[in-house]
């Protein structure tokens, strides 16, 4: 059994019954952080603490725990429990499904009013860019679409310190980063055959004739359950327009995957509405972490302390470089080293769609399978998600999230006046994706007809904004080949704040990796 959680005094009873149900469907004791509501001057000591409940949180939650180390997990959103509080389709967004705004946050289509809530998806807007990111037990994997890419080796040489063997990562660590995560291929029979993929089909033969390479994109959702959705004999999920606000069903997100693997241990505790706000360090060299207990719309309602030896920052790039830069800006953490909020990227996220493309079919799965593949082009270097657009009829309209091997990075300063990160991404920087999206929609439409859907981008791009954000704590740099942070003994990031601001493909399978492989350095040299 995990340990015993703090209790909070003053428990109602409508609160236990809500915070039971959701821990024991989840098979796990993780407290749901309505202790620290009520007990507010907690003060507790753990042999590691990890912030943060993504990729890295979770691959460094597994290693520890199986280590045999007592572990606490902070996270600031909540454990989405789709048996109480289940998530809402894109089309209908609800309670559960925006962090803190009024509004849905989708990136295209008509925005509908939603309650002001701590919901899944969180968007954090700087000018000329809005970053998409997932709150709650599992981070991003709660709300991304699945696809797991393994990303081009010469590419990553590029990215990557030669401290990184690049053997050892594409012969030992992807492999375990896809096998963890439960990744694999749609069966081809399945694909070619379903009504459900004809947007994607479609999206190939288009490519195809433009002359394009592509390539199908494997998932870590279940696809013999999508099989089952499409037969109709289990509640539908990726075939209900669920994806970006959260699944309900089907798909291996990190809460079912590396955490439950830790839970199981017992060894790993985790408190979720437990935003950490400040980090500084005793003379002995505990870190002391500052943090707001939040309630269900995100707003603080008590504090708490806790200290370790031991800390892992996974709070993703932004949340990661937020806390570190607060530290080292505010003098808590005074010789942070200067390249913290360096190099920071939107993996050369660009959205574009095409019009009049022919019948891409009034059911379409949200979880992408496929991708046009032109990354050796020297010229116009892109992978493109072919992308659904689920509005439940026949748009005839192709949509593509493309990643371009941009090379522009920009730098998170710190604004002390706000006691915030800001980034400056300037028009420029998207030049280049520009270019090189509107080249592969001309292509793709001189070859099969078809225009630039300006309804739902009117510049023809939308490339003010990323689901991708990497980069702000670089491995090799702010870190050593391993991620522990440069001057600070104990202090450790796992997650893709390390990682120079594109990778070339959809990103959590390379973060996973490389928190596999690091983790496997602290474990076996810092914790003997
Ligand atoms: P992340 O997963 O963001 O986890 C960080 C966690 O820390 C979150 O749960 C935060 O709530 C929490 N946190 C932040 N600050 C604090 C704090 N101060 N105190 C406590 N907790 C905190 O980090 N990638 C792919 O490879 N394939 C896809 O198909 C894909 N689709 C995507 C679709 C969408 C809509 C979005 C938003 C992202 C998508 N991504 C995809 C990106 C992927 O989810 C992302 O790269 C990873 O989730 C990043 O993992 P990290 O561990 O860095």
């Given at each position: ?13 409508r ?13 796990y004791?993780?407290?749901t ?17 990890i ?30 429990n ?93 492999p ?7 990744v ?8 070619a055959?379903?009504?459900w ?83 500084s ?77 022919g ?80 080249y ?62 594109n ?7 390379t ?18």
């Open positions: 059994m995990p340990p015993a959680s703090p209790q909070p005094r003053r428990l109602t009873r609160r236990f019954l809500q915070g039971a149900a959701a821990t024991a469907a989840a098979g004791a993780a407290s952080g309505l202790g620290g509501l009520i007990q507010g001057a907690r003060d507790e000591e753990w042999p590691a603490i912030i943060g409940s993504g990729y890295g949180g979770g691959v460094s939650a597994l290693r520890l725990a199986q280590r045999g180390v007592r572990t606490l997990m902070l996270e600031m959103g909540r454990y989405w789709p048996a109480t509080q289940p998530f809402r389709p894109m089309t209908n967004p609800g309670k559960s499904s925006v962090w803190r705004r009024n509004w849905n946050i989708m990136p295209i289509g008509v925005n509908l009013p939603v309650p002001f809530s701590a919901g899944v998806l969180g968007r954090e807007d700087f000018p000329g860019m809005k970053v998409y990111v997932g709150r709650g037990v599992g981070g991003g994997s709660l709300v991304n679409g699945g696809m797991a890419v393994v990303p081009r080796r010469d590419h990553l040489q590029q990215i990557l310190p030669g401290a990184v063997d690049l053997d050892d990562l594409y012969g030992r660590w992807f375990l980063a896809r096998a963890e995560l439960g694999h291929d749609i069966d081809p029979s399945f694909f055959t379903t009504p993929y004809q947007f994607a089909r479609l999206g190939i033969d288009q490519a195809r004739k433009a002359g394009f390479g592509t390539a199908m994109v494997p998932n870590v959702y279940d696809f013999d359950y999508m099989r089952q959705e499409a037969a109709g004999s289990v509640p539908a999920s990726a075939l209900a327009g669920e994806v970006i606000l959260g699944n309900n069903h089907g798909k291996k997100s990190i809460d079912k995957t590396y955490l439950a693997r830790a839970l199981a241990t017992g060894r790993l505790t985790i408190r979720t509405r437990h935003q950490v706000k400040r980090i360090q005793g003379r002995d060299g505990t870190y002391v972490l500052q943090v707001d207990l939040l309630d269900g719309i995100g707003d603080p309602i008590g504090s708490a302390r806790f200290r370790t030896k031991r800390l892992f920052i996974n709070a993703g790039s932004l949340g990661t470089t937020r806390l570190l830069l607060r530290a080292r800006e505010t003098g808590t953490l005074p010789d942070l080293p200067a390249a913290i909020g360096e190099t920071w990227g939107n993996n050369g996220n660009i959205m574009t769609a095409r019009a009049w493309v019948r891409t079919g009034p059911k379409q799965s949200t979880i992408p399978v496929a991708g046009i593949d032109n990354w050796a082009d020297r010229d116009h270097p892109f992978f493109a998600e072919i992308a659904p657009l689920p509005a439940g009829v026949d748009l005839m309209t192709g949509l593509y999230l493309a990643i371009v091997n941009n090379p522009a990075r920009a730098r998170i300063a710190w604004n002390a006046a706000k006691d915030d990160i800001a980034i400056q991404w300037r028009d420029s920087y998207d030049d280049f994706p520009v270019r090189t999206a509107e592969m929609v001309n292509r793709l439409n001189d070859a099969n007809g078809g225009t630039f859907n300006r309804l739902l981008f009117p510049s023809g791009t939308g490339h003010d904004f990323t689901y991708h954000p990497l980069g702000g704590c670089l491995l090799g740099q702010a870190t050593d080949d391993a991620g522990r942070v440069q001057g600070y003994p104990g202090l450790y990031v796992m997650d893709g704040a390390l990682i120079n601001g990778v070339g493909v959809n990103p959590f399978l973060i996973t990796a490389l928190a596999e492989r690091n983790m496997a350095r602290v474990i076996a040299e810092d914790f003997r």
